[in-house]
């Protein structure tokens, strides 16, 4: 297993074990609230791709429990968490800070983010034009981001990519369908998800103004003198 997924799933296990915490000592709660410290060092150390440190300190953290428990001074019992698969997809040609903040959310709704980009045929009947990177290309960029447990290329039926992975949960960017729209069409496919669509968008980023602005830029010459592209 990959030490980060590894350690990905320490923190989802340990996170759900947190629920059964009770202090029963008061004078213990110090060391409950280092236990938790090393435990939100490891949650960090996930996040940074330091997936050693973070599972050496999420043991100190099950470690400093344990002990507390067998002196009979906390309950806490070990719990393995659900896993929560949560699905999105989009075009994601040349990723901006909404994207990033988009897959951030998403990957907070439950514990493993699937995400499908769209097949390059897609793209140009969608769009009207080629994308900047080929469909292959813009899967690889969007899972080396940190949020993302897969990615992978969709199909030219978008829901065929659902049926297969069934996942818990479907999140919607803010300017992506309808969320009652998609229930009703899942509904008819015999898929049964949750659908959660992210409220606002992040600023005014979108891919087609970022191609704009490049092309602006680049059609200039030495001396600031525009030439169309």
């Not at 923190?11 to 213990?28: C, H, Q, T, Y």
């Not at 699937?114 to 469909?135: A, H, L, N, Q």
């Not at 039926?157 to 949960?169: Q, R």
């Amino acid at each position: 297993m990959d030490i980060c997924e590894r350690l990905r799933r320490y923190v989802a296990n340990f996170n759900e074990s947190l629920k059964s915490l009770k202090i029963l000592d008061a004078g213990s709660k110090s060391l409950v609230d280092v236990a938790l410290a090393y435990y939100n060092d490891s949650r960090y150390y996930l996040e940074k791709g330091d997936c050693v440190t973070g599972l050496i300190t999420i043991s100190y953290a099950e470690g400093i429990l344990d002990a507390l428990r067998s002196l009979e001074l906390i309950e806490w019992s070990w719990v393995k968490a659900k896993e929560v698969r949560v699905f999105a997809a989009g075009s994601f040609d040349i990723i901006h800070p909404g994207h990033v903040e988009f897959l951030k959310w998403s990957s907070s709704l439950g514990n493993k983010l699937y995400v499908v980009v769209s097949r390059d045929s897609s793209y140009v009947r969608t769009k009207g034009f080629e994308p900047i990177f080929k469909d292959i290309d813009r899967a690889l960029i969007v899972e080396s981001i940190r949020y993302v447990y897969k990615a992978y290329v969709g199909s030219e039926d978008f829901l065929k990519p659902v049926e297969e992975l069934k996942p818990d949960i479907i999140a919607l960017g803010p300017d992506q369908i309808d969320a009652e729209e998609l229930k009703r069409l899942l509904k008819d496919r015999g898929v049964s998800a949750e659908v959660i669509k992210m409220s606002n968008r992040v600023s005014n980023y979108s891919s087609s103004s970022i191609k704009e602005k490049i092309c602006s830029s680049w059609c200039k010459n030495k001396h600031n003198i525009f030439h169309p592209c």
